[in-house]
């Protein structure tokens, strides 16, 4: 069974431009969702899909952060413009259920430094 | 607001013996409980959990244990072996948050020497 993908792994930026960060979760996982993990921090829900709905963006910046998940599969994290303080892994994690499905699978994170 | 917290950055201990890393909260709404690893450079993968409902759950050479009224949770290694070595995150859930937000602690590195 293939695990989550994500691209890119790493990705530099300058303060004030735009980044994007992809996400194929695993096949038939309906719950898909983004976390940011700082350096010397645990990952931080950014937000949660079921299929293409939002269950929960309560901890997204949505001042610069959007998200999106078409067709209720691949997903897009949106930064616009990035700030310093956005240097972190992008984590994107699935799971198989809906509610209370706690055992989610992790992708390998894109990497982003802002400059 | 740090709702879980591990207070331990790093622990060191010898091959074959016990390693126990720890876990406080705070939020009394958490009612479910669980501890990833990971490795450099993967992502987060999960390794038990256990509900508010029991105080102990056991998986090979993995024992997660509870304390409510201490709002303490430990995971137990034994014996511990050098492939261990990772971080080790415990997150947690509350029932009122909508889906399946997990709060996480900040890790604990785990180095297991030979």
């Known amino acids: 069974e293939a695990g989550v993908a994500q691209s890119p792994r790493y990705k530099i930026i300058e303060k004030r431009q735009s980044v994007a960060f992809w996400c194929n979760p695993i096949s038939g996982h309906a719950t898909l969702y983004w976390y940011q993990q700082i350096l010397g921090q645990g990952p931080k829900l950014l937000i949660q899909?079921?299929?293409?709905?939002?269950?929960?963006d309560s901890q997204l910046p949505k001042d610069r952060f959007s998200a999106e998940r078409l067709k209720g599969v691949d997903s897009t994290l949106k930064i616009q413009p990035a700030k310093l303080e956005d240097s972190a892994v992008y984590l994107c994690?699935?799971?198989?259920?809906?509610?209370?499905?706690?055992?989610?699978?992790f992708g390998p994170g894109t990497r982003l430094t802002v400059t | 607001d740090q709702q879980v917290k591990q207070n331990s950055p790093s622990l060191s201990v010898q091959e074959g013996r016990i390693s126990i890393l720890n876990c406080d909260y705070t939020?009394?709404?958490?009612?479910?409980f669980l501890w990833y690893k990971k490795y450099p450079a993967e992502g987060p993968t999960f390794l038990i959990s256990?509900?508010?409902?029991?105080d102990k759950n056991e998986d090979g050479r993995f024992t997660v244990f509870l304390n409510k009224s201490a709002k303490h949770l430990s995971l137990h290694i034994v014996p511990s072996q050098p492939g261990d070595s990772a971080v080790y995150f415990c997150?947690?859930?509350?029932?009122?948050?909508?889906?399946?937000?997990?709060?996480f602690g900040e890790g604990t590195q785990l180095t297991v020497n030979p």
């Open positions: 994690a699935s799971s198989l259920g809906v509610f209370r499905s706690y055992e989610q699978y």
């Open positions: 256990i509900s508010s409902i029991k």
């Open positions: 899909f079921q299929n293409n709905g939002v269950v929960d």
């Open positions: 997150a947690a859930s509350a029932l009122e948050t909508s889906g399946s937000r997990l709060t």
């Open positions: 939020n009394s709404m958490f009612d479910y």
